[in-house]
């Protein structure tokens, strides 16, 4: 059976305030903006609505410590990996302004290791980590914050097609529904013995001992979609045009909403042509090294 | 022999699944009436779950193969039938509600037949309340559908079938996975359905359960074929008692004929100690809560000592799972202390406590994933460093346990749901811990292969304690020499078979029903001192 996300209604919050589709839409424009963007200048007023979401949005911290930390930890991993590296910065910036060099007084089969720490490079790292927080920290909110009995209105009301946006509803409840499965199976292979942390070998022995996890969770995944399709064929389901039982409407703080969202969007599209927005550091900053 | 009339006519209809060798059925007819509630009983594998694909439209629309013969719904061939049509003459409520169950809310799921048929709203809620005020669960209107319990899914899954107002309702073992007490109440519902003039074609093996509400024909499935058709007196003088779980009074009748039944030897490696510190399993005052405000188990105090063999009875949803996940360490209680072997579960890994607790999970397709059952069976004592000379015995002894011996190089996800229920009690077996503990072994099995494997593990010597959970009230007179009753998270009793189940009132406050078998048992107690199976009272 498919399980939903934690979701329940909450007081005084500022997402679940206005109707989902209202919501999507603004939260797309903000993805896209934000993506358009590597100025951290620019980045940081969807830093700011992403923070007021977060506070604003009811959701208390222990729901969402474990998947909050996953997240920022994994973002700084790759932001510090970036700039510990330089690899990755290089599309956005071409010339580098040397702060300090530690060489290793070592050598790898000829290889000496070198880090630099270049101005770009401390830019990008902190350009990277706004942008992607930014967009995590949104992203997070969904799931606590829309009722996922109207995951398929939602989309159907975004102009989808009946079947596609019933595909995207039960598509967004697999997710929780893979985690539970997971979760199963690893304590049911933890009861036979099984340890995970204790797994050793070369890759390739790596990944073939995670066959105990893997198989069972995808064959579980692929039984319970035959499941679902024959609970659906047996309902009906795609006969013809449905009705969709719950119904939304657009309030004027919606209307209001979207207009927000399509004109940050606007903004951001105008902007980015206008050649504003790309990799910036400070002249002053570059002036010192 | 094709009628406009009746609801249901099947015809000389034979199906062969494409990817397997003969027919799942062989030249089926027979027809339902109005009104009536057919109970289809037979063992795993016999061809009931076929037949039912066959008539709501699956096969061949889902399930390939080859098929003939005639399925008429009210005279009308349904082989020339969209499967919209056939949803609204025929609703299909499956085996476990959490496959069917696909909206989030009661309300919608309900609805989602009527949605997908494209009708008003208006009229999708009215026919919602009619189904919903019909099988009494109105208050359930907007709950969260994975909030349920098993009994209020099961009536769900009901309620959005009977939205669509068919007429023939096809039910696959809807009983399985019910406490006794929601299994009754969805007969009761089936019942109602029937005398309002629907036909009611029910797939189940809890014969005995269904036999109370007085189904007007029995039909009995062997090898893809039907056995028996008729009324229900005549069902047990054709079927195999040991087959088919009939009354205890039929059975005692039938097996008077036969000779006594071998005396099983309960766990025969353990003599028996009362000393408190030879505890396998200590609990102390455990709680316990999946989220920091809600408490699912309340103060758990419990030893489990050498030759014990425990039954864990109790509604759905009461905690009993909760409960033994605890004895081997894949739930860490939040106040209070587990110790298993006398050490504390918080301080050993489970992979640890696996060597002295052995646990087989509820649903076999979370753990299979080897290539061979031998090798399948062979991954628990590997992993716990067995040698190679022990992994081959214990994995041939285990085989033999479950019957599935032949079954050794096949694909263990190839198996029918029943054959991999007992592949995973078999890879567990093969381990040797010293206590068992299974969670619902017998649940979607036939009662033959049941009754079997479980007098098997009772015999084997290596076990000092077992423990099952089970809804199943006979199993736990037969088998437990302890039985528990879990409720709302709490030990609401603890004792002999013989003074837990003798009190009626506590077992139907705790949603348990007695049974004929225990009814007798307790009726004669005063002669055997214990409980016994029909078969064994029959010659007392």
Redesign the interface.
């Known amino acids: ?4 996300w934690r979701y329940r209604i909450r007081e005084n919050s500022f997402i679940q305030s206005f109707d989902p589709r209202a919501w999507v839409i603004f939260y797309v424009c903000c993805l896209v903006s934000t993506l358009s963007f590597w100025d951290v200048r620019f980045l940081l007023p969807f830093f700011v609505i992403a923070m007021f979401v977060l506070l604003t949005s009811g959701v208390k911290w ?1 729901e969402i410590r474990r998947a909050f930390l996953f997240i920022v930890g994994f973002v700084f991993f790759f932001a510090i990996l970036t700039f510990l590296t330089g690899r990755g910065g290089t599309e956005v910036y071409k010339q580098e302004h040397l702060i300090r060099e530690f060489r290793a007084s070592f050598s790898l089969l000829g290889w000496t290791p070198v880090l630099k720490i270049t101005v770009e490079r401390a830019f990008f790292a902190i350009s990277q980590l706004v942008r992607v927080t930014s967009i995590a920290v949104m992203t997070i909110l969904i799931p606590y914050s829309l009722n ?2 109207y ?1 398929g209105i939602t989309f159907k009301g975004l102009g989808l097609p009946d079947k596609f946006a019933y595909a995207m509803d ?1 598509t967004m ?1 697999f997710i929780p529904t893979f985690g539970r ?1 997971f979760q ?2 690893m ?9 995970l942390e204790k797994i050793s070998g070369g890759l390739i022995a790596q990944v073939r001992k995670l ?2 996890i893997f ?2 969770v995808t ?2 995944a692929i ?2 979609s035959e ?21 939304l409407t657009y309030q004027r703080r919606d209307r209001i909403l979207i207009a927000v969202g399509v004109a940050i969007l606007s903004a951001s599209i105008v902007v980015g042509f206008m050649g504003y927005g790309k990799f910036w550091v400070p002249e002053a900053l570059m002036g010192m090294f | 022999m094709a009628s406009t009339s009746l609801p249901l006519v099947v015809d000389n209809l034979s199906f062969r699944y494409r990817d397997r060798q003969g027919a799942a059925i062989h030249n089926l007819s027979f027809t339902a009436n109005p009104g009536e509630v057919l109970l289809i009983a037979g063992a795993s594998g016999c061809g009931k779950t076929t037949l039912v694909r066959c008539i709501n439209g699956l096969i061949p629309r889902s399930y390939k193969g080859e098929m003939s013969g005639k399925i008429l719904v009210f005279g009308g061939e349904v082989k020339d039938w969209k499967l919209s049509q056939i949803s609204q003459k025929i609703g299909t409520v499956l085996q476990d509600p959490e496959r069917q169950i696909l909206g989030t809310k009661v309300v919608n799921e309900v609805a989602f037949g009527l949605e997908n048929l494209g009708m008003p709203r208006g009229e999708i809620y009215s026919r919602v309340d009619e189904a919903l005020n019909f099988l009494k669960i109105s208050q359930l209107r907007n709950r969260d559908t994975f909030s349920l319990s098993g009994g209020e899914k099961q009536k769900v899954a009901l309620a959005g079938v009977l939205a669509m107002r068919p007429s023939i309702v096809l039910l696959d073992e809807p009983l399985a996975s019910l406490d006794p007490a929601s299994a009754q109440d969805t007969l009761d519902a089936v019942r109602l359905l029937a005398d309002q003039g629907l036909s009611i074609l029910m797939v189940e093996h809890r014969v005995e359960d269904v036999l109370r509400i007085k189904p007007e024909r029995v039909m009995f499935m062997s090898e893809g074929e039907i056995r028996y058709l008729g009324d229900v007196s005549g069902l047990s003088k054709v079927v195999n008692y040991r087959e088919v779980k009939l009354p205890a009074e039929d059975i005692i009748e039938r097996a008077k004929l036969d000779p006594p039944p071998a005396e099983i030897k309960v766990l025969p490696g353990v003599t028996r100690s009362l000393s408190s510190d030879e505890a396998l399993v200590r609990f102390e005052n455990v709680a316990f809560g999946y989220e920091s405000e809600v408490e699912i188990l309340h103060g758990i105090d419990l030893q489990i000592n050498r030759g014990d063999v425990i039954a864990v009875l109790g509604p759905n949803g009461a905690g009993k799972t909760t409960f033994v996940k605890h004895a081997i360490g894949l739930l860490k209680p939040k106040s209070g202390k587990v110790f298993v072997g006398g050490r504390d579960t918080t301080e050993a890994s489970v992979a640890e406590i696996a060597s002295m607790l052995g646990y087989v999970f509820q649903s076999p397709s979370h753990m299979l994933f080897a290539p061979t059952v031998r090798e399948e069976l062979a991954f628990g004592p590997t992993n716990m460093k067995h040698t190679k000379e022990q992994i081959e015995l214990e994995v041939k002894e285990a085989l033999k346990i479950v019957n599935l011996s032949e079954k050794e190089n096949d694909p263990p996800l190839a198996l029918s749901f029943g054959q991999q229920k007992r592949v995973s009690i078999a890879a567990i077996l093969a381990m040797r811990s010293r206590i068992l503990v299974m969670d619902e072994p017998t649940a979607g099995q036939d009662y033959q292969n049941y009754m079997n494997f479980m007098d098997s593990i009772l015999q084997m010597p290596a076990f000092e304690a077992i423990i099952f959970i089970t809804h199943d009230v006979d199993l736990a007179a037969i088998y437990a020499n302890r039985v528990l009753i879990i409720a709302d998270g709490r030990l609401i009793a603890d004792g002999k078979p013989q003074d837990v189940l003798r009190d009626f009132d506590r077992l139907k406050a705790n949603r348990i029903i007695p049974t004929s078998l225990l009814a007798l048992n307790l009726k004669r107690l005063s002669t055997t001192g214990r409980f016994m199976r029909a078969e064994a009272l029959a010659h007392i």
């Open positions: 059976m498919l399980v939903a222990h996922p009995a995951y039960l409840r499965d199963l199976t304590d049911a292979q933890r009861a036979r013995g099984y340890e066959g105990p198989v069972p064959i579980h039984i319970g499941d679902i399709i024959d609970a659906m064929d047996l309902r009906a389901f795609g006969v013809g045009p449905r009705t969709w039982l719950d119904v």
